[in-house]
């Protein structure tokens, strides 16, 4: 979950910061923060004025294509699912592992995106 798809098109040490990010169903923000490490990827994205300024953090498994010419990522999440997604603080969530665990469960395989176990 944390590491990026093989198919993505990420390369490793490439500079996403800045990019824009789409769901599948629009444009959601741009990419504030990113970490490249084995194991741990993830972008933290800013969503401005979309959702009140709410920042989310985004496992890299989530993200499908990388674009460098365009300067985009695609997510296979719908803006619904981000927007639902647990909050992100990065004072306090940046190396958190229950927040990584909430997460888990949030993204992860034991619930469909967006729902959580029964």
Do not use: C
């Not at 993830?42 to 674009?67: C, H, M, N, Q």
């Not at 992100?88 to 190396?95: A, N, T």
Request: hydrophobic share 35%.
């Amino acid at each position: 979950m944390w590491n990026y798809k093989s198919t993505s098109g990420h390369l490793a040490g490439t500079d996403l910061t800045g990019y824009k990010v789409e769901a599948t169903d629009g444009s959601i923000g741009k990419v504030d923060k990113h970490s490249d490490e084995v194991d741990d990827s993830y972008l933290v994205v800013d969503t401005g004025v979309w959702i009140f300024g709410k920042e989310v953090l985004l496992p890299a498994s989530t993200i499908v294509r990388v674009d460098p010419e365009a300067g985009k990522v695609f997510a296979d999440l719908t803006k619904e699912q981000i927007k639902n997604a647990p909050e992100f603080h990065r004072d306090k969530h940046l190396g958190d592992a229950g927040y990584r665990e909430d997460l888990g469960i949030y993204y992860g395989t034991g619930a469909p995106f967006g729902g959580r176990p029964a």
